[in-house]
């Protein structure tokens, strides 16, 4: 296994301006949006397969809105478990990616904010110094529009690190190298300690099969 996640690394490095997911579709839709049933890292032979979707809501000003769809992958879909261990069956998954398709325009910093909303959530220090590149990067990265997605790909290393790789919906690719935790980090935002209602009915919409 470690030789192959040495070379997706080094692929996602070489074609990261492509894109990084190569989705194929399937029949079923939330809110418009297409659920892909499997997902291909681009540049390389290592495909994921969706163990979850679900629809992000969130009350602004008593309002539920509609946010966000998100559909999470993994290359280890056998050892996703449907119920309060999703978050650490994915522990041992060498390559996790959760895309987030937009209902709506949300600017970048009020993205971020939500992600450190539900990270602190989940007890994960904020000045960490991957978590705190990561936040800047979002900050830093373009707005979420209407039928564009961010793309969280997350790939456990040889050196036994995380690499997470952030696509926003500009394309523009950002990395952060961070400790193996990261991976649970990141993932606890949807899979974790819900910060809000609108985040638990999406996790557990993301514990139900779709295909």
């Given at each position: 296994m470690k030789s192959i996640?040495?070379?997706?690394?080094l692929m996602i490095g070489l074609t990261a301006n492509a894109g990084l997911l190569t989705v194929s579709g399937g029949a079923k839709k939330i809110e418009g949006v297409t659920l892909n049933q499997t997902a291909q890292v681009t540049g390389s032979d290592v495909n994921m397969t969706l163990v979850g979707a679900g629809l992000r809501a969130k009350t602004v000003l008593f309002v539920p809105a509609k946010v966000y769809v998100a559909e999470l992958f993994t290359n280890d879909a056998a050892k996703y478990s449907r119920d309060n261990n999703a978050l650490k069956s994915l522990e041992g998954s060498s390559v996790t990616a959760i895309r987030l398709t937009f209902l709506r325009g949300v600017d970048a910093p009020t993205v971020?904010?939500?992600?450190r909303e539900a990270l602190v959530a989940n007890n994960v220090n904020l000045k960490d110094p991957a978590i705190a590149q990561f936040l800047a990067n979002v900050e830093k990265g373009g707005d979420a529009s209407q039928g564009k997605s961010f793309v969280m790909l997350l790939v456990l290393t040889k050196e036994g690190g995380t690499k997470l790789y952030y696509e926003d919906t500009k394309d523009q690719v950002s990395v952060v190298d961070g400790p193996r935790a990261l991976q649970q980090q990141i993932l606890s935002i949807w899979l974790g300690a819900s910060a809000d209602s609108g985040l638990e009915k999406l996790k557990k919409s993301l514990l139900q099969p779709v295909y």
């Open positions: 996640i040495g070379s997706l690394v971020a904010s939500s992600y």
